[in-house]
């Protein structure tokens, strides 16, 4: 991986506090303890957007998810293997003209609308169609969306079936990343997908380049805090945090 250690932001590191939503039950439930994300570096003009089954820290600045948050369940999981993909890509209507990714944006860029919560974990129709909000999505390189990343979310999918639940936190890493599309939606250098299972009180992060290596790097909650500024988990005890652990299901595939 080439990845450098430095707390990142989007454009810039610039400190300031995230806005809590953990009185929003609708959108807490999303997040262990209820406590969102902790974000120490990231730029202005932050936005909580809470969705039926995934919440989405929103950059208003760079018009960027800077992650997506769920609590995913065994049932989900079954529940939308259920349901027919639909792609329905749109623009958030929620956010104004001026903060928001279009549709234009990704046409002819060379990417992939990449979701952070994936619209297979969506277990209603409506849940599905609220994942292809561009709320939700980062640019990312097709080959690495429809291969290691998707192999990384099955996987994910298959933890929540065999322990129950997990709670999962994803996102962008811009370090030394200054590439965007249409001028205006920046391209993330990697990708992060952390997942805590309360069952096993175990946690872990899973670290991919936006290339076509189709590696991957298993890291603790407490070194992506290191290399994003992100605390995915502030509810968790700093053992959790700082321990890595490899589930046997990955091991499988």
Known sequence: ??????IIS?????????????????????FVGKAPPNVSAVVNHER??????FAIGYSMLSRS????????????????KLIDRNDQFHEESSLPDNARA??????????????????????????QFES???????????ANNA?????????????AVRYGDVYLVTGGIYESSHQKINGRIPVPNALFKSLYVPS?????????????????????????????GIDVYPSLPQEIKSTVTVFPVFGNK
Not at 107 to 124: N, Q
Not at 220 to 228: G, I, K
């Open 1 to 6: 991986m080439k990845i450098s250690k430095k």
């Open 147 to 159: 291969g290691i990343w998707s192999r990384i979310e099955s996987s994910v999918r298959a933890v």
């Open 10 to 30: 989007l454009i810039g590191v610039i400190t300031f506090s995230f806005s809590s939503v953990a009185a929003d039950l609708s959108c807490g439930d999303h």
């Open 200 to 228: 096993l009180g175990a946690a872990a992060v899973f670290v991919v380049d936006n290339d076509t290596s189709g590696i991957y790097r298993v890291i603790s909650v407490d070194e992506l805090n290191l290399l994003t």
């Open 102 to 127: 279009e549709l234009r944006d990704y046409r002819g860029s060379g990417f992939d609308r990449g979701h952070l919560a994936p619209s297979a974990d969506m277990p209603t129709e409506s849940s």
């Open 132 to 142: 292809f909000s561009l709320a939700n999505m980062v640019p990312q390189l097709h």
């Open 48 to 53: 909580n957007l809470c969705f039926a089954e």
């Open 65 to 80: 998810p800077l992650y997506s948050a769920e609590h995913l369940t065994a049932l989900e999981v079954r529940q939308a």
